[in-house]
């Protein structure tokens, strides 16, 4: 290799001259830069490189595999991870859809039992803690039967008005056979 082509190192802490020209034209320093429009305004490393004119892996480097360091190694500028863009969520487990009991496993109630008949289809299925499936099946208890009334009746509608069909008649005739069948329950 001729001395013209030959690699030479960046030294830590030490700004290249193409770092320096970068600057000029931003008119600000690159940590500065780096840090309003990567760090706080959460530009991605494409962005970023475009705005600075360089390769992305000039900025951000080439990873473990090479001796070439990048600018980022350079400066001591901090990389984001994916991880930190994504806030933690907390976990929701489901609740029961009349007692509204969580952290119990929730078991598959049928509105119109099978034996008679009853889909599996969510105009039928109602997802109770286990109490709350025994009161359904074994009591007539009048509070429990209205309050899954009420919960399989929203959720029949709202499937309804959201769907591109609604306007279709054999859709509202099944939509009110529905309600119906809801609220008669055949026992």
């Not at 500028?77 to 489901?94: A, C, G, Q």
């Amino acid at each position: 290799m001729s001395r013209i082509t030959r690699f030479r190192p960046h030294v830590i802490g030490v700004k290249t001259a193409r770092m320096l020209e970068v600057e000029a034209l931003l008119g600000k320093t690159l940590e500065e830069d780096f840090r309003e429009y990567y760090l706080e305004k959460s530009w991605g490393q494409k962005k970023l490189s475009n705005r600075w004119g360089v390769t992305r892996t000039a900025i951000f480097g080439r990873g473990m595999t090479t001796d070439l360091k990048s600018w980022v190694q350079v400066l001591g500028l901090p990389i984001r991870r994916e991880s930190d863009l994504v806030e933690e969520k907390p976990i929701v487990l489901p609740s029961c859809e009349i007692c509204d009991a969580s952290g119990t496993p929730l078991e598959a109630a049928h509105w119109i039992a099978a034996s008679k008949g009853g889909s599996k289809s969510p105009s039928n299925i109602i997802k109770l803690c286990p109490n709350c499936h025994t009161k359904l099946d074994l009591t007539d208890d009048p509070q429990i039967l209205e309050q899954a009334r009420a919960v399989l009746l929203t959720r029949v509608a709202r499937r309804f008005t959201e769907s591109r069909d609604s306007f279709r008649r054999d859709c509202q005739l099944e939509f009110v056979r529905l309600c119906k069948s809801i609220m008669d329950r055949q026992n």
